[in-house]
């Protein structure tokens, strides 16, 4: 391609290997070629020809993601944003900043932590993830209790469609623009409406000062209780974190001990921030409530190191898996915060079942689950009951009214599930929506709904209808 050069396409099928899935490592798939551009012009420019040519294409991160959203189905061009990774500008005095989509989530707040500032939005994955990413699958993180999801800190983007024109949604600094929220619409789009060239987000001064505790708990139901008498208490975290015994061993057993007990049920990892002066009594109440619902222990981080290694060893959860399990599958259904014991309950009845371990690592406080569904691909039919326990987890969060996703999105993973949420109709309007934009369905095709076959079937199942009731 003459916009990128020779050296910035890959073809080979030695190169393409590594471009065959991302995150979510059970479905792969063969990309037709993978392209590096450097900035918007070279995307429009490929955006057009694939567009002319009629040839699919996905735009790709970090690969970082964990429901499948950039793995090619086969024959798709990958448009690979990693070399688009500038910090364009700061403006502290309107609290933005401009970003490429390839830089990392991270480095936004290394970036500017020395002058008292930082970006809030923080998974699990945000040394390696990037801030287009987060935008295509509306990120979360552990902070996000406090301080809102990707989405909330998202004031306008540069985008390019999938005919290969370019746009600008929002305005910088300005949150609430007239006329329809494009941007709140492209946000957790998971890459089928346009590609993000562009980025200008919305940072934070850092709060005066903080405290982080930890709850070790001998009963999960006493835990998962203990989440909602705090925020029905009035006290509003910044983060409040759950870890389950399984994952307690798994994370004690990878990089980042920090020497939980590992005859515990569960723990809380809990931070409060805000005005120093108010930290204490939020403290003290926070421990209190832990009491009545039979805590083991209460501790405080003595200091910033102490509470900086606690939180090394919650964001590493995921990936400490590998300590206990060669295999593992991470769900992400979102619950009403009172019904966690119901549905830890139920997650422990599909362990059972299916004879796997299921590990449950989360963001306790608002209610977003992420069990790890732990297994062995060598062993037959394991990883077929992983993916039946990991879909029955799922069903069990929308039947206590909550959703089948909080920030890991649908990709291929999760689009049959789609069902268990929205009606026919619905998922038809849906497609009609995306259709707007994405009228060929080159741009990330085959994600985010049920398969071709089952989306036809919809359409006309909704004809019908339509003209049987004239």
């Known amino acids: 391609m003459e916009w990128v050069g020779e050296t ?11 471009y065959e899935c991302d995150g979510f490592t059970l ?25 002319r040519e009629n040839v699919p294409f996905i735009a790709r991160g970090a690969g970082t993601g964990l429901s499948g959203g950039a793995t090619p189905l086969g024959g798709e061009v990958i448009i690979s944003l990693v070399k688009m990774k500038k910090l364009l500008r700061v403006d502290l005095d309107n609290r933005i900043a401009v970003v490429q989509p390839g830089f990392v989530n991270l480095k936004l707040t290394q970036s500017i932590a020395d002058r008292g500032y930082y970006y809030a939005p923080d998974p699990s994955s945000q040394y390696a993830c990037t801030i287009g990413g987060n935008v295509a699958e509306n990120a979360g993180g552990a902070h996000c209790l406090k301080y809102g999801v990707t989405t909330n800190h ?8 999938p005919d290969g024109e370019v746009i600008r949604i929002g305005d910088e600094g300005i949150p609430d623009m007239p006329g329809y929220d494009l941007l709140g619409l492209l946000t957790g789009s998971e890459g089928t409406l346009g590609i993000v060239t562009e ?11 903080k405290q982080t505790l930890l709850a070790y708990f001998d009963d999960v139901e006493e835990a998962s209780r203990a989440v909602s008498d705090i ?9 409040l974190e759950m870890m389950d015994r399984t994952a307690i061993e798994a994370v004690e057993s990878a990089n980042f001990p920090v020497g939980h007990p590992l005859d515990i049920e569960a723990l809380l990892l809990v931070e409060v921030d805000g005005i120093e ?22 501790k405080t981080a ?28 991470v769900q992400d259904g979102v619950i009403p915060r009172s019904t966690l014991p119901e549905v830890l309950g139920k997650i422990r009845e599909i362990s059972r079942d299916t004879g796997l371990r299921i590990a449950n690592i989360f963001h306790a406080g608002d209610g977003n689950l992420h069990p790890l569904i732990l297994f062995d691909e060598r062993k037959p039919g394991e990883k077929e009951r992983a993916l039946e326990a990991g879909s029955r987890c799922l069903k069990v969060c929308a039947e206590v009214g909550g959703t089948i996703t909080g920030e890991h999105g649908v990709g291929i993973e999760k689009r049959e599930e789609m069902r268990f949420v929205f009606t026919k109709e619905e998922i038809a309007a849906q497609i009609r929506l995306r259709d707007v934009f994405n009228p060929g369905n080159l741009l990330n095709p085959g994600k985010g709904f ?14 019908e209808r339509r003209m049987a009731e004239g």
């Open 199 to 209: 980025i200008t987000v919305r940072i934070l001064k850092a709060p005066q000062g």
């Open 450 to 463: 049920p398969q071709p076959g089952r989306c036809a079937e919809v359409k006309q199942e909704i004809k």
């Open 154 to 161: 998202i004031l306008g983007a540069e985008v390019v469609l």
């Open 277 to 298: 002066a108010g930290l204490k009594s939020q403290v003290e109440d926070i421990t209190e409530l832990c009491r009545r619902r039979n805590v083991r222990e209460v």
């Open 27 to 51: 479905k792969k798939g063969e990309a037709r070629a993978v392209v590096f551009p450097a900035d918007t012009r070279e995307v429009a420019a490929v955006v057009r020809l694939l567009h």
């Open 8 to 18: 910035n396409v890959l073809y080979r099928r030695e190169d393409l290997v590594a």
């Open 302 to 329: 003595r200091d910033e190191k102490e509470a900086a290694a606690w939180w090394a060893n919650r964001k590493t959860g995921f990936g400490a898996m590998g300590a206990i399990s060669p295999d593992y599958l």
């Open 231 to 239: 925020i029905s208490a009035g006290i509003l975290p910044a983060a």
